[in-house]
């Protein structure tokens, strides 16, 4: 009998990212999760992504486009501490995958 274990929202996220930045990480954005950890881990960042609810990164990256980012950002599923400038990063390294964050998502939640 096969049984698997449900992750748990913290981890599915933490695991999602790692998963999408494996290729570029991202060397000045660390993400803050709605449970206070933070991640890739706890070493200060230029800017950190503070993530407002278990759906904000979802809500951030399902859209597929800068447009969807920029949304989520005035709806308030995130909020950018520390220097903005510097959180620019997180776009840039989406934007460079070669195969589009949705291909992403797509392929981590099959």
Known sequence: MN??????PVSA?????????????????????PDGTTWPDDQARRAT????????????LAPGTAK????????????VEGDME??????VALEHRPTGWLTSLANYYR
């Open 13 to 33: 996220t933490r695991d999602f990212l790692d998963h999408l930045f494996s290729n570029r990480p991202l060397e000045n954005v660390a993400f803050r999760l």
């Open 68 to 79: 969807g980012l920029a949304d989520a950002y005035l709806r308030d599923d995130f909020d």
């Open 86 to 91: 510097q959180a620019i990063e997180l776009a």
């Open 49 to 60: 992504v503070v993530l407002k609810h278990p759906g904000a990164l979802r809500s951030m």
């Open 3 to 8: 049984s698997f274990v449900l992750e748990s």
